[in-house]
């Protein structure tokens, strides 16, 4: 029986403290929360103690810390918390920095405790379903990876401001899908971007529509689509062509209702965002940390994987602005 | 090359006229119509004379006729056309009265002379492959067929009063069909329906909606399903479950454009109405009379299937009248 | 805060301690099983108590039962509870006599005590949806209801022996569905069926493969067809036939992943069976239940529900032993 | 009735003569082809003669010239139909040579004969009603456009040394496909690319995986995928995100059967080829042509049009190369 400390109350925090509350073998101990209300009204809802997260790492009987506040404050809190002998699962991104990230991926090294980054996409069931289909050789070599990612709608110019970037923000959750799906980094990464939905995100630095080309050392190639706008639901999708076949990852409807009339054939919208898509993603997740702290499964996706994608949204910001494409080192 | 002569220069006849036309091995000689300029039109359209269908039956020159005349001449030209020695291939029904289909098989049978009938479903290129399907045992031993068949809009009364009634004049293709994918005639038959799309078919004494199970000799089962009025389309599709699974044919749509907004996604109505869903399996259909006729391959479709779909429409109007199963004389 | 005793720590029992307890207006205070440890260990889980089912009913503090036992007992149980001033959900069917159920019903009556009957289906999030889109007359009047509903393997002649047959036991849910959606009961029921799954079945007196027809008093149709065996999955399929158009449920998949091969395009498998496919139903059915009782919203399923579908279920035995259409008494 | 001569009786002219000879405005008089028989044969067919390219130019009977000959005939045939006072409907692309084109445009802009080039995608139905939906402003206004184009086989490599490389000879009908939905041309274009899926075609210089982006004047961006192999047939897919939704182009299916077993769900593969899937587009093509020279409909594809498309395959050629995007002179 795993006992854990949540960090942040927020959002996030509550799908994931009910993961670690239902999951017969771990137990929620302990919430923290810069909004100390909240932390309690949580913490209460499952039993658990609202504490600051300096005493929750600082408490040895934890033996893992789930970081779910706001990104600032994640490399601070993987060091301190592993350097407490805890494990962690944090919420993607590492970092706004990739340096920092790198900062923090070398200090975790020293103490040997296992960081896992909050990349939720790879454990939804229907992305699960096709890397396995991937690696069984359903579809032979891959050769062309294509990700569409678009959000129902841009969020507020505020969070814009400080979000690090599309690149960072929304795209990092493609840039690691693409590595999950492809088994590597790309050598090349290229970026086009515009401000096609809200002209106040263009002023305020950034883009809300974005396709990004990757090469990779042995030729293949990937190609993400991000938009900040899909007004018809959360558009989550994923095409590998292969030497011999091709698999697809469709999006999942809000049921399974289909209406025929004059007007031609209707069916629902794509389940609205990334809570309803990916609940089950959340809960499959939790299930993986625990299979490797407890089981000694490979950690599923590591702090190495958070630094790569980070490396990644990086270099995509950069080949937006000069134009050109940028390669990556090794 | 086969020298045809077309009877009946209607809507179904100009569509037979193209195909014969437009085939290599068959050329278009004659074409007769009780509406003369039509008749003259269509000859012009293919380098046909256009003549009576006395005269054309007369004609030592021709090989074949097809008839496309109103039901109620079908028997007495088949009989003519084949003690004139011609091949025929006619349109369904054979007729509406049983008894006198049933005289007509007789004569035919004395001449020796091919007889198809035009169920032209069974060429439909989406109902062929099911029944290749199930053939090649895809799904195991059949149980369970399901045959859906709405017509877009109701048509006049004025053609109701005169149609023999739905079993006869609708229905009737998938009683063909049903035999076509079961591979024997049913044993039993029972009927229900109602005028529900227009009260003005009830009150000519027939109905607009109806369902129509039928049993098989060793236990297995159909169901049939027809109304009047689809208003979103032609809706024409086939389940057969079986031992080992099940086969569908869904229906074609008008384009793949698929449309997503707030509203939900939508996409194409099926086909408008047989001539837009059919048209292949016309010319299909025509093939497979030549290949018949010219390279001795079976008959696809005999005078016997189309009194076997009359007696089993003739089964369900008396279950419909009755209130109880008919029981199909072997 | 509804205090709940559960009658019944079976399959199907351990779902509904889940709902109940994971419900924030809802506790599980007690269970009972005639296998004493199955219900001490299910109520161990919940923090509950195990204790007989005359406990539970007898104990004051108990505002809610939940029978989840076998189908012999539900009646007894029903009366037992209500007379003790408890509101009931139970399993369907109400009993697989119906004149024991509707002597149930009197009972039950004369205590006022709601009795609520645990059709799931009326709560899967698609049925409903075409149900809502129904209410809102988004086809128009509806015409001819088709329910398809086949189960993936069939269950063991021991279990078939004592089912009260496919149409008290299966088909019961369909009886419902089309009581829901067509918003009244029908006046004729005529049925057909063979056992071609498994002779067993057929030895012991029951069908694993059947159709339904029914009329309803302004003449419209409605077919249930039913298997006990699809090997590709749990088939749950409805269509709504109306004056402006169709409605249909199509299944849910495993998941949405699409392979495209030389083989040809493979999709995923239907949900594999009733706990999968009927998961958030169940949890939604207890929410209606706590609506009903604490919000004095309307009981969405009565126990008069629960005695019309095993009306139709007896009608439908009857017609398949006569061969002949049975009118429902009204 | 316009007096059609075809130069070319291959593959592609021989679809052209059907669609010439069908249609009851026009009429094929004349065929050539450098292999002599090969017009004969098909003059023959259509009771039109066989006769040289020269030959056909000076007839004054002749109204319309059809270009179906190799590329590197197009130009020199395109200039001197025109300068012999004919309409000129001429297969894609225009020229290799950029240089090439624009000189030919040049020369026929001064004899002021109407030239189509035959962008036969933009008469296919799907693509078609998609383009009429975003006219209609279903998806408000476009912001990111897909293309996706995947040949079922590579081309043998004799034919890849001759083609002008992917982007002129497969691309091109793609950057059309672009400028037709997007109603203008882009302002930067940018290439990678690689030979995965033959060696040969690496050793020859040429790619047969691509994916190319490209940004226009307002910041909307559109993404085209190209590979010569997807083993499940031709893959011919669009995507456009708008502010208000998303229309796609799904494929065309070659049936409309769906198998469900024990295996999963499957369905057929998309249409073969060019050929199946294009046919009706071919006869839409020809019909529009006809309604742009005797109605006075506006030319639906212009020879600037085909300019416009080289230049864009010339620009993505150069970025391939330099590894830089490469901006479009006005």
């Known amino acids: 029986m795993l006992k854990v400390g949540l960090l942040g109350a927020g959002r996030i925090g509550q799908v994931h403290a009910v993961n670690i509350a239902n999951n017969p073998r771990s137990t929620l101990a302990a919430v923290s929360d810069v909004n100390t209300p909240a932390a309690e009204k949580l ?54 920095s990739l340096e920092r990230a790198r900062a923090c991926l070398d200090k975790v090294g020293a103490t040997g405790k296992p960081v896992m980054i909050g990349f939720n996409r790879r454990f939804d069931p229907n992305f ?65 971007g515009s401000a096609l939905v809200d002209p106040e995100i263009g002023a305020a630095g950034d883009v809300d529509t974005a396709v990004v080309t990757m090469t990779y050392a042995d030729g293949r190639i990937a190609v993400i689509k991000n938009s900040r706008r899909a007004v018809y639901g959360y558009d989550q999708r994923v095409e590998l062509l292969g030497a011999e076949g091709m698999l697809q990852v469709t999006n999942m409807l809000e049921n399974t209702v289909v209406t025929s009339t004059a007007a031609g054939v209707s069916s629902a919208k794509p389940t609205h965002f990334f809570l309803e898509r990916y609940m089950p993603a959340y809960a499959a997740e939790w299930e993986a940390f625990l299979a490797a702290l407890l089981d000694g499964a490979p950690l599923p996706v590591t702090l190495e994987d958070g630094v790569a994608a980070l490396a990644m949204a990086e270099a995509a910001t950069e080949s937006l602005r000069t134009g050109s494409p940028v390669t990556l080192k090794g």
């Open 43 to 96: 913490a209460a809802r499952h039993g658990a103690v609202a504490q600051s997260s300096d005493a929750i790492i600082a408490d040895p009987s934890i033996d893992a810390v789930l970081v779910a506040t706001s990104t600032d404050t994640h490399s601070d809190l993987i060091e301190a918390a592993t350097a407490a002998g805890k494990a962690v699962l944090c919420e993607k991104p590492v970092d706004l």
């Open 128 to 192: 699960a379903a096709l890397r396995a289909a991937s690696l069984r050789d359903d579809i032979g070599k891959s050769e062309l990876l294509s990700v569409t990612s678009f959000d129902p709608a841009p969020p507020p110019v505020s969070y814009v401001k400080v979000s690090g970037g599309l690149f960072r923000d929304m795209m990092i959750h493609d840039f690691d899908m693409a590595n999950f799906l492809m088994g590597e980094t790309p050598v090349t990464v290229s970026a086009i």
